[in-house]
């Protein structure tokens, strides 16, 4: 039997589904970050950040997932005020429209109108946490309130093709797919015309069609379904619009309950992309006739983009785009990367969508019972990183790390952090090994895992006589590895220089690395 | 009465003690903290991000104010895991210390040791709101996981003064207080000595002492009540260490109940500061003997300081400085600003303490059972940004706004948005007017709202002859402003110029501003 344990320790660990990051992780999403609000400023966005912390009632509930506990949100009460009613329920932010929706009506007397801002920062969503699937990620939005203008869209579209290449994404590897939500809806109610559904026959009708399933679907239900058309294709969406469908795992997922027809009209619409724009608006304009609000929205964008000199290689009219937030009401992006990666069992897949948005007129009204268009978009951060990673744009190079100065003398330890010192203030990324010192080998394996260039060495013979050794890391590494003496003969592996030289010899071993 | 209402509306506010940032506040807190990163990084120090939520058991109960509910964090509990047990209970981290000791331990075989790390973002306390007082705000901190050397203490300090510098401090203008927690526990052990405590009629004294205020006070009430020195003074310690204390408000603070002559034991360590660190020291082993480890530890910093090239102008060892926080076990720091600013109420203060920190050898253990020696400090962020601004360091030049192109006709927004985009080609920041055009006055106010530099005009004849108008608004501002025209005599208010040439003239008027 054990022996009586003390009090149980708390498991060092990160909470299901969340994560850190480590050094370049930190360093390269950062540089990204500010190279894209670099982007958003020279447009005239202005920086916003918002508390993580909201009220449940100030966020509402748009999360398209809203079967999950909390409805997708982290929430807890506030304790109750002494003397007062209970407290109010508060939750972390699920994303950055919400709150600025909020901002924007709090503040509508100090704020221009139009506001444009950006902000960047971490959101959260109480999802199950699944591989790679995580319930802390950071966005990046860009979003402009106060304007109905098909050019405030047509802005922000422009102006994310124009993030994406300063995030270093190639033009030719992205392209911004753009549809209108109202062009969908016009598909919806020539399903059941006016002239019916304005009647009790019509309504019966309806109330048929509905029956079928005993499901009382709505248009952000054919949304959604809508939504995973690129995952399950033309078959897959009609099967869940009309009687249901088995997915891969030979689960059942029931269907809509639409009659065939019906699907079928939405599917001609999903697919009613041309090969050019002017096509495209043709082929919708045939769909849901000519006066339809979202097709004029779609021909003001794609007119104003092409003035502003984005052709059809970076954005285009799609309209199987739908995009599954609730509270979109008019024209929606997303941009999507269009080179092959290969995913985790080695096959080859498109990279898919990093960013996406659309014009929401209804949030701000939520608030203050008035009509505040508003549009924007959000970049996806850790998608955008991973896929900057996966081309090779960043995290090639290892980030080199520090000089390391080693420590041979306890007693001399102001010398080296001096040395230190010396280093940085010649803006040399320099530290003092401060494990125990007694094993030298340690100190190097040390270094090693610092991924430093050089380690300085001032045993007390060397004090004694005012020299320091350096040490050149990147040679004893390339030697270890196979590299031949011949390669390197110009570059000595030690070199002793007196300790008044030891910053300009650092330097110049450094430039002389590869 | 009032008509029948609709639904309530939510009400558009941040929760209680929470806060927005715009614009300049966000941007210059970012450009702060990447000065400070770079300090950071020079000194070897690794970016660190943990996520925002950790588990309650994980982050451990170390915040001064327990009294307060939760414990002074926010939290929530998982919903249950089907089939298994009750959810885990989550917080929001309330500092970047625990969450450093979960993933030293958690990574223990992966990090470098001993492993430097920075780390920057938001906290969140559960504190009461007050002005002034938020319950999120960001810090700024750098740590020594694995050293218990007395040169990993002396590096943050030494750190510490440079980020200041970098920050924006000027020399002179801040001081890094240092003390270490084991020289009290010297003078508190030396109240009941050991040949008293460790037998049964020292252990009947020590109940003694604690029955005559029924309060079981230990070494950490003393710390609280040694942090409020700098409020209440010599003698509002000394009551409240005894009998206690009315403060400026009439309420009555309980004492601890010490005795008269060990609260005047407690205020001389606390006043033993000398005229300089050696004199500090020696009058510390007067009060508690050679032996001292925290006496030692101090020599030992003050000396490598020294050899670092930091005078005692910038660092010095100061016996009152104790820091709140629980898990301090050894060398704790304190950075004050020495300016006086002006209050609220217009009073000349001391702008007092914009970071601190100190060694924490017991962390890590609380998960491993391993002693991990650790130590570092903590910047905060929004404390420093406002000492900045009340420097004049910061803030004191309005941001330039973005040169805004006005809408003179709806049908031609296209040519609007590519002028825009020529400017913003050139580096320019440029945007179009995207409100409601048909009052041009709201257009002049929104440019003058955005603090724009020049606005460009552009009516249906200026298009016909291929020409725009560019117009001076800071011209503009200052003639309003009482200028004379003399002064301005080569700036004409509007030019008129070619289409083609607008870039050009627009950053020829730019350069031009003063």
């Not at 124009?162 to 994404?169: K, Q, Y």
């Not at 080179?339 to 898919?352: A, N, P, W």
């Not at 270890?480 to 570059?491: F, H, N, Y």
Request: include cysteine; aromatic fraction near 8%; proline fraction near 4%.
């Amino acid at each position: 039997m054990a022996a009586a344990k003390g009090p149980r320790r708390p498991r060092a660990e990160t909470p299901k589904g969340f994560r850190d990051w480590f050094g370049a992780e930190v360093t390269e999403r950062n540089a990204m970050l500010a190279r894209i609000a670099a982007v958003y400023d020279r447009w005239g966005f202005d920086a916003l950040e918002t508390s993580a912390v909201e009220t449940v009632e100030a966020l509402g509930k748009f999360l398209p997932d809203i079967d999950r506990p909390n409805a997708g949100v982290f929430a807890w009460q506030e304790e109750a005020v002494p003397g007062g009613g209970s407290g109010d329920w508060l939750a972390l932010r699920y994303d950055m429209t919400a709150p600025l929706a909020r901002v924007a009506a709090q503040y509508r007397n100090d704020l221009p109108t139009p506001y444009r801002r950006y902000a960047m920062g971490p959101v959260w969503r109480n999802e199950k946490p699944g591989p790679g699937r995580f319930r802390q990620f950071t966005q990046c939005d860009a979003d402009t309130v106060g304007s109905a203008s098909p050019a405030s869209d047509a802005e922000i579209v422009a102006m994310l093709a124009e993030a994406l290449e300063a995030a270093g994404i190639a033009r030719g590897d992205y392209v911004v797919r753009v549809n209108d939500r109202r062009v969908l809806n016009g598909v919806l109610a020539r399903m059941v015309p006016d002239s019916l559904a304005d009647n009790d026959i019509g309504q019966s009708v309806v109330k048929a069609m509905r029956s079928v399933s005993e499901q009382h679907f709505s248009n952000e239900d054919i949304l959604r379904t809508i939504d995973k058309f690129d995952k399950v294709g033309e078959q897959g969406v009609i099967e869940l619009l009309t009687d249901g469908r088995k997915d891969a795992s030979g689960a059942f997922i029931e269907g809509l309950g639409l009659f065939e027809w019906q699907a079928t009209e939405v599917v001609a619409f999903l697919t009613s992309k041309g090969s050019t724009n002017t096509e495209t608006l043709s082929n919708l304009k045939q769909l849901v006739g000519d006066d339809n609000e979202g097709v004029a929205a779609l021909g003001a964008i794609a007119s104003l983009l092409a003035t502003m000199g984005l052709g059809e290689d970076r954005v285009i009219i799609d309209p199987s785009v739908v995009r599954g937030l609730g509270y979109y009401t008019g024209p929606v992006f997303e941009a999507e990367l269009t080179f092959e990666i290969l995913d985790d069992k080695g096959h080859k897949r498109q990279f898919g969508s990093v960013a996406g948005g659309g014009r929401y007129d209804d949030l701000v009204e939520r608030f203050t019972g008035q009509k505040v268009p508003a549009t924007g978009v959000s970049i996806g951060v850790d998608r955008l990183l991973s896929a900057l990673r996966a081309k090779g744009r960043i995290g090639q190079d290892q980030a080199t790390g520090p000089v390391v100065v080693t420590v041979m003398d306890r007693d001399r330890m102001g010398d080296y952090l001096a040395m230190a010192n010396d280093l940085r203030a010649a803006g040399i990324r320099a530290e003092v090994y401060l494990g125990n010192p007694k094993n030298f080998g340690a100190q190097m394996k040390y270094a090693d895992r610092r991924n430093s260039p050089l380690a300085i060495i001032q045993g007390s013979d060397e004090a004694a006589r005012g020299v320091v050794q350096v040490k050149d890391l990147v040679l004893g590494a390339a030697l270890a590895a196979g590299a031949s003496l011949e390669e390197w003969k110009d570059r000595p592996a030690q070199a002793e220089v007196p300790r008044a030289d030891l910053v300009a010899r650092v330097r110049a071993m450094l430039e002389q690395a590869p």
